[in-house]
């Protein structure tokens, strides 16, 4: 990974805290304690005279993800739920991984902005907006090459596909400690338990049989 890369990476994940979609920390750090049965927004705090440097440490972000599956792409998260020392600072990554012609289907973080650089490869990306004046929902696109870097605003639907022969790499960061994911046919046809055939065929304006197939196909996936 290019030093350049990796300092950039670094500083927009810095800047993020200013503008986070988290709430602002009102202390040091607040390590997330993952034993606590206690529920609240976020994690509750470890006690700090029991905080290691690993509670803010991950390795293995230089090691390829697995893109053998039905979409060939890999995302390997690192938000709270990897390093607890992210929790309260309204921030996280991820590696993707793209097999040849491999896809990151469309889908939203419901908590936050992403900004992506690619590492190598070239990707065709982009986001749709929301509803416009007009009822239109705009698609808003590029190809990305080795070092462009795009911006995804939180909560709008995008995804990012590897138009080359080769395999591509990107670096994503995050507005929050925890972005949650709906990554949009799974969510819509593989739902537990199902959306109703007769709602799904009346949105998407086809067949109750199409629909029905492609529920089987998606619960057989998740």
Same mark, same amino acid.
């Given at each position: 990974m290019a030093a350049p890369i990796l300092v950039f990476v670094l500083l927009s $994940? /810095? &800047? &993020? $805290? +200013?503008?986070?979609?988290d709430p602002s920390p009102l202390q040091d750090f607040c390590v997330a304690d993952n034993k606590s %049965? *206690?529920? *609240?927004?976020? !994690? @509750?705090? #470890?006690? %700090? #005279?029991? @905080? #290691? /440097?690993?509670?803010?440490? !991950? !390795?293995g972000l230089n090691k390829a993800g697995n893109t053998n599956n039905r979409v060939g792409s890999n995302v390997t998260q690192v938000n709270v739920a990897q390093i607890p020392g992210l929790n309260t600072l309204g921030i996280s990554m991820a590696r993707i991984d793209f097999a040849p012609y491999g896809l990151n289907p469309p889908h939203t973080?419901?908590? /936050? +902005?992403?900004?992506? *650089? @690619?590492?190598?490869?070239? $990707?065709? *990306?982009?986001? @749709? +907006?929301?509803? $416009?004046?007009?009822?239109e929902n705009r698609l808003i696109s590029k190809v990305l090459n080795k070092g462009d870097v795009f911006v995804f605003p939180i909560g709008l639907i995008h995804f990012q596909f590897n138009v080359g022969k080769t395999n591509a790499v990107a670096i994503a960061a995050l507005s929050s400690q925890n972005p949650g994911v709906i990554t949009i046919a799974n969510a819509v046809f593989g739902s537990n338990p199902s959306? &109703?055939?007769d709602v799904l065929a009346k949105a998407f304006q086809v067949d109750k049989s199409l629909v029905?197939?492609?529920?089987?196909l998606f619960k057989m996936n998740n």
């Open positions: $994940l /810095a &800047s &993020s $805290l +200013t503008f986070a979609s %049965p *206690v529920l *609240v927004n976020g !994690k @509750v705090c #470890k006690d %700090p #005279k029991l @905080v #290691k /440097a690993n509670d803010f440490f !991950k !390795k973080h419901p908590r /936050a +902005t992403e900004m992506i *650089v @690619v590492q190598e490869g070239t $990707l065709y *990306v982009g986001f @749709v +907006t929301s509803n $416009l004046a007009n009822g959306i &109703s055939d029905d197939h492609l529920q089987a």
